[in-house]
């Protein structure tokens, strides 16, 4: 079992699937079948939002410097917003060639 995975579940015992989803922004059932180990996707969008939120793994994002790995997830399925200059910056920085970005259209 992997160190995140392990995490993972120890969270779950500590609170509850349904807490530790929240604190992910994942559902509780994605956490549920990937802990019985049938989560038919992939797990690496998984696996990041675990270490950035539960074991402290940041990512040096290139407008906002070193932030958590899953903080980064959320700022990459933002959507445009013309109304803050710091938003626009992150948006276009993970669609052009951040090494971070999980985004297709990058």
């Not at 559902?27 to 079948?33: C, D």
Request: net charge positive; aromatic share 4%.
């Amino acid at each position: 079992m992997t160190d995140w995975m392990e995490t993972l579940r120890r969270a779950c015992k500590e609170k509850s699937q349904a807490r530790v989803a929240a604190i992910l922004g994942v559902s509780s059932a994605m956490i549920s079948q990937a802990l019985k180990g049938k989560y038919p996707g992939s797990t690496t969008t998984l696996k990041q939002r675990v270490e950035g939120a539960l074991m402290g793994y940041t990512v040096n994002c290139p407008v906002l410097g070193d932030i958590p790995a899953n903080t980064c997830l959320d700022h990459q399925r933002a959507p445009f917003a013309a109304t803050n200059s710091q938003r626009v910056r992150l948006y276009r920085a993970c669609r052009n060639g951040c090494p971070h970005s999980r985004r297709e259209d990058h």
